[in-house]
Structure formats: C-alpha cells, structure tokens
C-alpha cells in the first residue's frame, strides 16, 4: 500500500477538487473518477470523496458528484438520507433506479465546459 500524500500535497489536491465541483452545473453530475482523472490522478477517486466529506454544507455543490454507476455513495454525509436526491431532483435530474441518477443524460465531465 502506497504511503498517504503529505499534508500540504493533499491539502492542494483537496482544494483543486473543490475548485472542480464549483464548476458543475445545475441539472448535471460527474464522478469521483471524473474528476481524479482532471486532476491527475486517476485511481484517486476515494480521495475525491474525501476532499468532498468535510465539504458538505459548505455552499459547494457536493450532490453534483456520484459514484461511476451514478449512485449515490455521499448520500450519508447530508443532514438527512434524501438531502442528496431532492436536490438533484430539483435541479431536473432524473433516475433509472432509486439513488442512481440517469449518467447518458445529465453526465459532466470537468473537460467539457
């Protein structure tokens, strides 16, 4: 197992990942794997969700990023089990099963504009 980044590598990788996320728009999601990969670092994407655990609440629009299936894995973080879902249903996005949005329509890509 590869030793963890230093903090101060980690604190930017972290602050670069909610610089990504700022970025979703309304009605749209990626992924953890989306955004490591913009970063640099494919295969990070649990240290994505770790860069987005303790941004929840914030302001930043955490709902806007799900697993690569399009489920919603951060739903536990939110103040309660739905937060995650009635915000994406707000903002138009829809759902092939219950907690996994539908990635062919609403599916964003940091590169993609």
């Keep these: 197992m590869a030793s963890p980044d230093p903090p101060s590598e980690s604190a930017s ?3 670069r990942v909610r610089a990504v996320v700022a970025q979703i728009p309304p009605g749209r999601v990626t992924t953890y794997g989306d955004i490591a990969e913009h ?3 494919r295969g990070a994407a649990r240290m994505v ?3 987005l655990h303790d941004a929840v609440g914030s302001g930043l629009p955490c709902h806007r990023v ?4 399009g489920v919603l894995t951060g739903k536990r973080h939110f103040e309660t089990p ?5 915000r ?3 903002e138009g996005v829809t759902f ?8 062919d329509r609403h599916h964003w890509t940091p590169n993609s504009g």
Aim: without cysteine; negative net charge; glycine residues 10%.
């Design 13 to 15: 990788f972290f602050g």
């Design 39 to 41: 970063l640099g670092r």
């Design 49 to 51: 969700g770790w860069a």
């Design 66 to 69: 799900v697993n690569r299936d």
């Design 82 to 86: 739905r937060a995650m879902e009635e």
């Design 88 to 90: 994406l249903r707000s």
């Design 96 to 103: 092939v099963e219950e907690d996994r949005v539908d990635l």
